[in-house]
């Protein structure tokens, strides 16, 4: 019998810890080489671990949430064959047969005794009309705060009196009161949560960001009553490879136009040098809520596509971070980032930028409102923008200046193809 002890692998370039989210086996379990045996997340991908060998697994090291650093000796198998070993239950149980006591005779059966009475059932007896209840003062005043009238309740003590346990019936018999609804319990339980994976990558990260960026928040209202018409026209017509649109691809392409000309806007900031670095290239993060947390995958190169080119990348990025398919490319170099809060709509919101970037546009429902137009009273389709800026690098000027420019495309979707 051999022991194989396995280390943590190098698992990305430059990494060098991971946290163990999940463990796929147990001690005592039989793998198979490439069976799936631990999931470690570093920094925002997850990258689940196969067996390196066949085996049984012998120990392991580090419950979810443990960091532990590539090289170190994270699980061991017993690798004599499969691990697993034919039990001799045929011979145990010969053993055991061989082993059991001869059966003694059976003893004459003794003369059954003679049946007891039948107890005599507890009369119930109930409050004739008009005739006042019997109970105690603390029953009444129980049924006076339950609102439950004792004459409707049969008693069960001497004479008929009404107990405690009597009410406790009358409720649990389907009584008005009970029809109601049941009674109202305070409640004692506590769940604790480990904050592990993601979810603590998501806590860290919010934390550095809120913590050391001095955000602004703007926010503007976009009637796209015109786009609505747009994009329900161009989804009439869309070939059978082209993809449903919806607002998230004009306004990715409307950025394209806002961002060129506002470079302030799509930058990078490196704090620790002091640097920030404005881009050519147009990478827009799409944050996307998975049944895992919050994933940001990236749609690389918009100033290079067309609206359609648009919705299908932010569709395939979108669904390989929802299915766990996405590589750390996808997941990594964005210059700015778009937050769709969808059908959840609000008023507005505050988003947290995702440093090192410098902005963050938030999108909200687009809902039919009256406005005014030429002093007439109208239904209009209206879209809500929240953006959050780094006031260290990007005046307030800056940041209300792009989105009034994306709110001009938006209102003049012509212009975004222009």
Not at 87 to 94: A, M, R
Not at 204 to 218: A, G, L, V
Not at 351 to 367: D, M, R, S
Request: net charge negative; hydrophobic share 40%; with cysteine.
């Amino acid at each position: 019998m051999g022991v194989f002890a396995f280390k943590l692998p190098d698992i990305g370039e430059g990494v060098v810890e991971g946290e163990v989210v999940e463990w796929m086996v147990s001690v005592g379990d039989s793998v198979k080489e490439d069976d799936p045996i631990l999931s470690v997340m570093t920094d925002k991908a997850t990258v689940e671990i196969p067996s390196p060998t066949d085996g049984v697994v012998k120990s392991m090291v580090g419950e979810p949430g443990t960091i532990l650093p590539v090289g170190q000796v994270c699980i061991e198998f017993d690798t004599d064959g499969d691990g697993s070993a034919s039990e001799p239950e045929d011979e145990e149980e010969e053993a055991e047969e061989e082993a059991a006591p001869e059966p003694e005779p059976e003893a004459a059966p003794e003369p059954e005794p003679a049946p007891a009475p039948a107890a005599k059932p507890t009369p119930v007896v109930v409050a004739a009309s008009g005739a006042r209840p019997l109970a105690s003062p603390a029953v009444r005043q129980r049924a006076r705060e339950s609102g439950i009238d004792l004459s409707t309740v049969s008693g069960s003590g001497p004479a008929g009196r009404i107990t405690h346990g009597d009410l406790d019936s009358w409720k649990e018999a389907g009584s008005p009161v009970a029809a109601a609804g049941p009674s109202r319990t305070a409640q004692t339980g506590v769940t604790e949560v480990p904050v592990i994976g993601l979810r603590r990558k998501i806590a860290e990260s919010m934390t550095e960001s809120y913590s050391t960026i001095p955000h602004f928040s703007y926010f503007e209202e976009v009637d796209i009553t015109d786009l609505e018409t747009l994009r329900v026209h161009l989804n009439a017509n869309r070939s059978e490879d082209q993809p449903k649109l919806t607002y998230l691809p004009f306004i990715m392409q409307g950025l394209v136009k806002a961002l060129g000309e506002n470079p302030v806007c799509n930058a990078l900031y490196d704090d620790e040098k002091g640097v920030v670095s404005r881009y050519d290239a147009i990478h827009l993060g799409i944050a996307t809520q998975t049944d895992r947390g919050l994933y940001v995958p990236v749609v690389k190169h918009v100033e290079a596509q067309d609206v359609w080119e648009s919705a299908s990348e932010m569709k395939r990025v979108s669904q390989a971070a929802r299915d766990g398919s996405a590589g750390l490319d996808e997941l990594s170099g964005s210059t700015f980032t778009i937050t769709s809060l969808g059908r959840m709509g609000g008023l507005g919101a505050t988003p947290i930028i995702n440093k090192p970037e410098v902005g963050i546009l938030g999108v909200h429902n687009a809902v039919d409102t009256p406005v005014v137009r030429n002093g007439q009273i109208v239904i209009r389709k209206m879209l809500r923008l929240s953006s959050s800026w780094d006031h260290r690098v990007v005046d307030g000027w800056d940041g209300a200046v792009l989105v009034q420019r994306l709110k001009t495309l938006l209102e003049n979707p012509a212009t975004i193809f222009m």
